[in-house]
């Protein structure tokens, strides 16, 4: 605009120019203007300059407006972008605020389940103890009434209480997502076809029933004893919401769930999934009871009719399973329960047919149990079908029964958790000195046995409480998928061990046992000295250091008393190599460095005395 108007003004001025000079020129041609040329030139060139003036100052005036205008309507875009802006900024504020208050809500939530997860699985541990005794006394006492005896049907009833109380302490580790779970690849298709014909004898005449199983195969990796749960626990839900009567639809379907972006911010493809609902129309929730209807023992429902543990346990299961449940609901409009699994490309396997019953066999196995009720039903159990048992309360005790019993080990019977050492490395120890098979029992679940090293979800695990037949099948399924221990060898000599330290020489002597050698122990010089004196020995084992007599004194005197006994030296004290060196100037026929492995011990040994033959 500034452009035309100065345009403009330059083609005004130069036309008026123009005009002025040939103004000019007329009135000095002019013979009757009675005015001199000088005066007409003077009058002309101050108008023009007036107009010039008047012309600039519309130029400016016009220019000024304008440029005010510009200003005005800048300022005005500038606030309306501004308050755009603040309105953008203040609702990105509320919705981050929203997603804070709901994040912080998850966690409140998920803190709470954690506490109460914790709290659940150290009741159901130290409840399965006692559930293990009254279950399996129980069924010890049946086994020795008869059908008529009055007391059967006391006893009856003591077996199923305590099986119903099984069955909560399972719920509340599921609750806790503890529970040891056994997935297989299973067709949920299948499963909701198969329930679907035992639901109406459930859910009563006055509520039909619609089963939809999908199009596609809906294969997951899940229990199928713990998805038959959930699906009962939601069917039994709906039921109770539709006290009038109504439909309840369980359906299947194969979806894709979309996958977080990689980190890079890549887009990830969708991952496959099979969508399982439950939907019933009943009297719904709104949505204080939407929010916390998985919270363990909330219920909706009448005092005596519900524990509000059934939707706490399919969240705990679901969880478990790698999946996610959501509900949705509308007070008056119904309830849908969703929960999304991921899909297995694995085939379903065959349904496995009926076990037999457990055979019992004449083996030798090593029971290691804290809780004394516990281990007695164990021995009990296992002698009924023909085991020979050995009882330890604890590791040092087993260590002392392994070590005293002649004869083969064939099982460690081991619950995880002891006072001391446990399981795991119990385990380590009797299997380093006998080749035996192992079984581990738990009342804690998954979670907090597995991470004990040595152990995975292969390692064979019994969990509590359990009855004589579980415990009959698990012990002979170990056995006959172990090999078997080799018998003892020949004897290949006697060995005189001398060490101060009654750990260090009871391993060594086991060690030496299971090699096919006869072991006798002393704790100092003084006792091998008068050992040696009544029992001859093939070869001496002898510690550097020890009390009352130590290892270089001992080993001059045996020197000197029994030449053509070799004595071999061991030691793990700073500076052993050095007694190491004196005993070999003093005849030491060979050394050993503390620690020391087995096949090391018994290459030593044997060579010690094939050169001594």
Known sequence: ?????????????????????????????????????????????????????????????????????????????????????????????????????????????????????????????????????????????????????????????????????????????????????????????????????????????????????????????????????????????????????????????????????????????????????????????????????????????????????????????????????SCESTPGCGTWFRIVLP??????????????????????ILVVEDDATVRELARRFLEGYGYRVLAARDASQALELCGRHEGRLDMLLTDVVLPGVNGPELARRITALRPAAVLYMSGHSDVEVVPHEGLNGNTPLLIKPFSALDLARKVRQVLDGSPRPAEAPDRQGTILVVDDDPEVGDAVRELLKAAGFDVLQARNGNQAIEILGTRPCDAVLCDMLMPDKEGIETCTELRRRFPALPVIAMSGAAGGDNYMRIAERLGAAASLTKPFGGGELVAAVSSVLQRAS
């Open 343 to 364: 899909l297995s490309a694995a085939a379903t396997p065959p349904e496995a047919d009926a076990l037999p019953a457990p055979e019992g066999g004449s083996e030798t």
């Open 1 to 325: 605009m500034a452009l035309i108007i100065g345009g403009i003004y330059v083609l005004v001025g130069g036309l008026w120019i123009r005009f002025s000079d040939w103004l000019l020129e007329l009135f000095v041609a002019s013979p009757a203007g009675g005015r001199t040329a000088v005066q007409e030139l003077t009058r002309l060139q101050t108008l023009k300059g007036w107009v010039f003036i008047a012309l600039t100052g519309v130029m400016l005036y016009v220019l000024i407006r304008r440029s005010v205008a510009a200003v005005r309507m800048a300022d005005r875009r500038a606030e309306a972008a501004r308050t755009a802006s603040e309105e953008h900024v203040a609702e990105q504020e509320r919705r981050l605020a929203a997603e804070r208050a709901g994040l912080e809500e998850q966690l409140r939530q998920a803190q709470k389940m954690e506490a109460l997860g914790r709290l659940a699985g150290g009741v159901a541990h130290d409840f399965n103890n006692v559930l293990t005794a009254i279950s399996g006394y129980s069924e010890l006492a049946l086994a020795r009434v008869s059908s008529h005896d009055a007391l059967r049907h006391d006893l009856e009833c003591i077996r199923r209480s305590s099986d119903r109380a099984s069955s909560l302490t399972r719920q509340l580790l599921t609750l806790s997502r503890k529970q040891m779970l056994q997935p297989r690849p299973m067709d949920l298709n299948a499963v909701v076809i198969d329930l679907g014909r035992m639901l109406p004898r459930l859910l009563g005449e006055d509520i039909e029933l619609v089963v939809l199983p999908g199009a596609h195969p809906a294969v997951v990796r899940a229990d199928p004893g713990q998805v038959e749960q959930v699906l009962l626990n939601l069917c039994i839900n709906a039921r109770d919401a539709m006290p009038r009567g109504g439909k309840l639809t369980i359906e299947t379907a194969n979806v894709q769930r979309p996958a977080p972006r990689g980190e890079d911010g890549a887009p990830v493809p969708a991952v496959p999934c099979v969508m399982l609902s439950v939907g019933d129309t009943g009297i719904g929730m709104d949505a204080a009871t939407r929010a916390r209807v998985f919270e363990p023992f909330f219920t909706t429902k009448e005092a005596g009719k519900g524990t509000g543990l059934g939707l706490s346990t399919v969240y705990g299961i679901v969880q478990q399973s790698g999946g996610t449940i």
